[in-house]
T-cell receptor, first 112, second 114 residues
């Protein structure tokens, strides 16, 4: 059974650009969550999608957005990149509420 | 609101010694508690979870944790450390009202000394 797949693994972008990250959840999982991981702030929740609907959203500016498709694949978009957006972005999928989250290997975004 | 506190950002133990990583949580409703491990340049892997039932939870790789409601704690232990246990460990909490939103602690980096 394939795990959570995130693409790309590494990205380098310039300030002001925008970026789209992709996440394919485990087959059958309808919940997909996104987290930002930085050395200073740790793991911070961005948003969760369930059956194409955003169910929860963390405390991030509107530059951070996401969506989920009918096949449960999810994308997150960051517009007008800032240096502080450099981080490891992790995607997690869950089969149901209260179940464990399975994480992908992450996308390492560097903004220069 | 949920929160998690992990005491000790860095813990060092000798190979074969007891591993104890501390986690305290704050929750106004019954929590669901998780421990995850992260190796360099990798995602998070679930070690164990507590949702309901038995308060002593056994996980993978010989780890276990005990849910103590009175102490609002969920400490992670392993009787004998192995070199391969060196990694970053995260405690996380969720509940019935937050869906699959996890609140993570700041992590504890475990070093195993040969």
């Amino acid at each position: 059974k394939a795990g959570v797949t995130q693409t790309p693994r590494y990205l380098i972008k310039t300030r002001g650009q925008q970026v789209t990250l992709s996440c394919s959840p485990i087959s059958g999982h309808r919940s997909v969550s996104w987290y930002q991981q930085t050395p200073g702030q740790g793991l911070q929740f961005l948003f969760e999608y369930f059956s194409e609907t955003q169910r929860n959203k963390g405390n991030f500016p509107g530059r951070f957005s996401g969506r989920q498709f009918s096949n449960s694949r999810s994308e997150m978009n960051v517009s007008t990149l800032e240096l502080g957006d450099s981080a490891l972005y992790l995607c997690a999928s869950s089969l149901a509420d209260r179940a464990e989250a399975f994480f992908g290997q992450g996308t390492r975004l560097t903004v220069v | 609101a949920q929160s998690v506190t992990q005491l000790g950002s860095h813990v060092s133990v000798s190979e074969g010694a007891l591993v104890l990583l501390r986690c305290n949580y704050s929750s106004s409703v019954p929590p669901y508690l998780f421990w995850y491990v992260q190796y360099p340049n990798q995602g998070l892997q679930l070690l164990l979870k507590y949702t309901t039932g038995a308060t002593l939870v056994k996980g993978i790789n010989g780890f276990e944790a005990e849910f103590k409601k009175s102490e609002t704690s969920f400490h992670l232990t392993k009787p004998s450390a192995h070199m391969s246990d060196a990694a970053e460990y995260f405690c996380a909490v969720s509940d019935d009202f937050t869906g699959n939103q996890f609140y993570f602690g700041t992590g504890t980096s475990l070093t195993v000394i040969p």
